[in-house]
């Protein structure tokens, strides 16, 4: 069956370091998205990509950055991470654009000590 | 801009009794409007989602949603709330003339209690 996973489930890291969060989805989607979920906010667009080598800023893009080289793949990078990047990472993917539905990943629970 | 409202944090219910979930939503054009399931440790699971037609979507596990136009809402409903309804529900929505493309806003989430 087709599925979208990311790894790692958990991570702790350290302020300044750099980090990168994987992706990966068997469903072949152009669409991509980077969410992350924080008491009280819900969940906040990140990045997204709608295809190999397109990748498109979110709500909340400062500190992050994306690249799309493949169709399965769109990891998530924290070039230095802040305490404030302590967070819940999801991953997800859509077929088409518009009205289309996303399916997410489980998600990686990230801390930034 | 495009905006979600959850009024209620919790809602709470004794199992078999029905449930609603609150949402309003702000958009400048037509909506297509979702309902997302998180379970615990786990990612978001689609429910349903309105994108024109009938006010009343049908979805997964008997929940549906009634779309109203003139109060922006798009509540979630069950008949009779099961002890495994239990989780994190969201409503979402994307304005239809966008053209920014498949991006979704997201309401901060409900979180649904049934009681044995």
């Known amino acids: 069956d087709a599925e979208i996973t990311q790894s790692p489930r958990h991570k702790i890291t350290e302020t300044g370091r750099q980090v990168t969060l994987a992706c990966h989805q068997t469903?072949?989607?152009?669409?991509m998205f980077w969410y992350r979920q924080d008491l009280g906010h819900g969940l906040r667009l990140i990045h997204y990509s709608y295809g190999v080598h397109d990748t498109n800023k979110g709500e909340v893009s400062d500190g992050y950055s994306v690249s799309r080289s493949n169709t399965e793949d769109l990891p998530l990078t924290l070039e230095s991470a802040a305490s404030s990047q302590t967070s819940v990472y999801f991953c997800a993917s859509s077929e088409y654009r518009g009205s289309d539905t996303q399916y997410f990943g489980p998600g990686t629970r990230l801390t930034v000590l | 801009a495009q905006s979600v409202a959850q009024p209620e944090d919790q809602v709470n219910v004794a199992e078999g009794n029905p449930l609603t979930v609150k949402c309003t939503y702000s958009?400048?054009?037509?909506?297509?409007l979702f309902w997302y399931v998180q379970y615990p440790n786990r990612g978001l699971q689609f429910l349903l989602k309105y994108i024109t037609g009938d006010n009343l979507v049908k979805g997964s596990y008997g929940f549906e949603a009634e779309f109203n136009k003139s109060q922006t809402s798009f509540h979630l409903k069950k008949p009779s709330a099961l002890v495994s309804d239990s989780a994190l529900y969201f409503c979402?929505?994307?304005?239809?003339?966008?053209?920014?493309?498949?991006?979704?806003?997201f309401g901060g989430g409900t979180r649904l209690m049934v009681k044995p």
């Open positions: 979402a929505v994307r304005d239809m003339n966008n053209n920014a493309g498949n991006m979704l806003t």
């Open positions: 469903w072949n989607h152009n669409n």
């Open positions: 958009v400048s054009g037509n909506p297509y």
